[in-house]
């Protein structure tokens, strides 16, 4: 199994930017894809983005185009850059991994998450 460490939230300003950091350790040659998941307060867990770590391919839940995902395997790190930040990206911000060969979004396809990060954004 995979353990995963996120770091980089805080609190920040409307227009601001993050870049959020998914450290994982263990078997993470077991691991097909790491995502980002995110709770707002008072909601469910939301995918967010998801990355392959072995050929690198990237799938976004909504096509936003302020969230980049990717990867640094030789950091075992993969990242979410969230660009001009919104009061409604406050969040905990997760990362999980799955273990089966699927660029799947629900929260029963990944095997592995990290505690979160938590994101705050003030207007």
């Known amino acids: 199994q995979v353990q995963l460490v996120e770091s980089g939230g805080g609190l920040v300003q409307a227009g601001d930017s993050l870049r959020l950091s998914c450290k994982a350790s263990?078997?993470?040659?077991?691991?097909?894809?790491v995502a980002w998941f995110r709770r707002a307060p008072g909601k469910e867990r939301d995918f967010v983005a998801g990355i392959t770590l072995s050929g690198g391919n990237t799938y976004y839940r909504h096509s936003e185009g302020r969230f980049t995902i990717s990867r640094d395997n030789a950091e075992s790190t993969v990242n979410l850059q969230i660009n001009t930040l919104e009061p409604e990206d406050t969040a905990v911000y997760y990362c999980?991994?799955?273990?089966?060969?699927?660029?799947?979004?629900?929260?029963?396809?990944?095997?592995?998450w990290g505690q979160g990060t938590q994101v705050t954004v003030s207007s």
């Open positions: 263990g078997r993470t040659d077991a691991a097909y894809v």
């Open positions: 999980a991994a799955s273990y089966k060969p699927k660029v799947g979004i629900d929260e029963s396809d990944f095997g592995s």
